[in-house]
Nanobody
Framework: QVQLVESGGGLVQPGGSLRLSCGGP????????MGWYRQAPGKQRELVAT???????NYGDSVKGRFTISRDNAKNTVYLQMNSLKPEDTAVYYC?????????WGQGTQVTVSS
């Protein structure tokens, strides 16, 4: 069973920053495209950012210029640096590993942006 574990969520004021982390098993991590997705109450899950095994990143339009995805294959960890946070960034953030045709998901971590 592949387990992804997210951490780093919490409550932050508008304009603040948070860094999310997601660790996975070494057996698949380095060969997986890793991604962050989010789901706000009453909304569909949406893409935040993805990063390939070679380090190519892709971002959702709503976070471009504010969020940065990165990975450390030696630590089997992917990160999401979130800056200039807005109330509309409030959501549960999920980590995903795409390994071939199989998707593995983490349990999610809550991010709340509020004053």
């Amino acid at each position: 069973q592949v387990q992804l574990v997210e951490s780093g969520g919490g409550l932050v004021q508008p304009g603040g920053s948070l860094r999310l982390s997601c660790g996975g098993p070494g057996s698949i991590f380095s060969r997986s495209t890793m991604g962050w997705y989010r789901q706000a109450p009453g909304k569909q899950r949406e893409l935040v950012a993805t990063i390939t095994s070679g380090g190519s990143a892709n971002y959702g339009d709503s976070v471009k210029g504010r969020f940065t995805i990165s990975r450390d294959n030696a630590k089997n960890t992917v990160y999401l640096q979130m800056n200039s946070l807005k109330p509309e960034d409030t959501a549960v953030y999920y980590c995903k590993a795409k390994y071939g045709v199989i998707d593995y998901w983490g349990q999610g971590t809550q991010v709340t942006v509020s004053s």
